[in-house]
């Protein structure tokens, strides 16, 4: 799986690592139902940092097509409601 950080660029992710990624997801979904910003925030970040952690960057000059896109760590809040489905940021983990 082939996701995009706005603003970074890719990483690969091996499929069997969207299950670590899922409570991040979910606890950032309650936060945004919750409207509490600054956990919005850390969790933001923690979900991003653990992208990175568990997947491979891509070179600059991939342009292979994302499976996943995942907002940029100054996403706000509000910027970030738009991007949302039903289950998260993450459909399906």
């Not at 600059?60 to 991007?83: C, F, H, K, N, Q």
Request: no cysteine.
């Amino acid at each position: 799986m082939i996701v995009r950080i706005m603003g970074e660029g890719q990483v690969r992710l091996a499929d069997d690592r969207l299950t670590e990624l899922n409570k991040l997801d979910d606890e950032l979904l309650a936060e945004m139902e919750n409207g509490d910003g600054p956990g919005f925030r850390a969790t933001l970040h923690a979900l991003l940092a653990k992208v990175r952690e568990l997947g491979e960057p891509l070179p600059d000059d991939a342009l292979e097509p994302s499976d996943l896109i995942l907002p940029g760590p100054e996403a706000t809040l509000e910027g970030v409601r738009d991007l949302l489905s039903d289950d998260g940021l993450i459909p399906g983990a």
